[in-house]
């Protein structure tokens, strides 16, 4: 071996503890390259982690709502977040007689909201199997707005949108072009 190889190989064998002084000039500086990619690491999954989403976001969807859909009223209502939860209905109507009651609950979970939603014909007679519901998955929020993705199946994505004081949106969302596209699904003005 050269002599400036038996000097790299004596500098990679140093004690576990030594004074940064005594540090070979590379190692310090591989130490601090370390050192700031450990604290950008951590800052970043810092930001990742404190936005995962509260029921706080879903404050704007409580209330009693109303519109039209496929020819007939809508109707749909959601109470104020409280503990760990904000439950919701829609009702939807043609000719005076029900054709689909939706049930939601939105539960906190360490990683966000999560939206289950069950189908019901008339007569409550349940579209899913009894212990299965649509899951959606918190993914975004911003003032009078948040986005959930389903679970399972193709992608898919809903949008909750407070348009105004008195217009509630809901959305559905499908990857155009490698795009989310959204288009109203339900358009409620408050009751």
Same mark, same amino acid.
């Given at each position: 071996?050269?002599?400036?190889?038996?000097?790299?190989?004596?500098?990679?064998?140093?004690?576990?503890?030594?004074?940064?002084?005594?540090?070979?000039?590379?190692?310090?500086?591989?130490?601090? %390259?370390?050192?700031?990619?450990?604290?950008?690491?951590?800052?970043?999954?810092?930001?990742?982690?404190?936005? +995962?989403?509260?029921?706080?976001?879903?404050?704007?969807?409580?209330?009693?709502?109303?519109? %039209?859909?496929?020819?007939?009223?809508?109707?749909?209502?959601? %109470? $104020?977040?409280?503990?760990?939860?904000?439950?919701?209905?829609?009702?939807?109507?043609?000719?005076?007689?029900? +054709?689909?009651?939706?049930?939601?609950?939105?539960?906190? +979970?360490? %990683?966000?909201?999560?939206?289950?939603?069950?189908?019901?014909?008339?007569?409550?007679?349940?579209?899913?199997?009894? =212990?299965?519901?649509?899951?959606?998955?918190?993914?975004?929020?911003?003032?009078?707005?948040?986005?959930?993705?389903?679970?399972?199946? $193709?992608?898919?994505?809903?949008?909750?949108?407070?348009?105004?004081?008195?217009?509630?949106?809901?959305?559905?969302?499908?990857?155009?072009?490698?795009?989310?596209?959204?288009? =109203?699904?339900?358009?409620?003005?408050?009751?």
């Amino acid at each position: 071996m050269t002599q400036r190889t038996n000097r790299a190989a004596h500098h990679l064998s140093l004690p576990a503890v030594f004074p940064i002084s005594q540090t070979p000039f590379f190692m310090k500086k591989y130490l601090l %390259t370390a050192l700031l990619s450990g604290g950008l690491l951590a800052s970043v999954v810092a930001q990742t982690a404190s936005r +995962t989403g509260t029921l706080a976001d879903m404050q704007f969807i409580a209330g009693h709502w109303q519109g %039209t859909h496929n020819g007939g009223p809508i109707e749909a209502a959601w %109470t $104020d977040p409280s503990g760990d939860n904000i439950m919701g209905m829609i009702r939807m109507m043609k000719d005076g007689k029900v +054709t689909l009651y939706e049930v939601f609950a939105f539960e906190q +979970t360490a %990683t966000g909201p999560v939206v289950m939603v069950k189908h019901f014909k008339p007569g409550l007679i349940g579209v899913e199997e009894k =212990d299965k519901s649509d899951r959606y998955v918190f993914l975004e929020a911003s003032k009078n707005r948040a986005i959930y993705e389903k679970q399972g199946g $193709d992608p898919l994505r809903v949008l909750y949108e407070r348009r105004s004081p008195n217009q509630l949106v809901i959305a559905l969302g499908r990857q155009q072009d490698g795009n989310w596209q959204f288009k =109203d699904l339900f358009v409620f003005q408050s009751k």
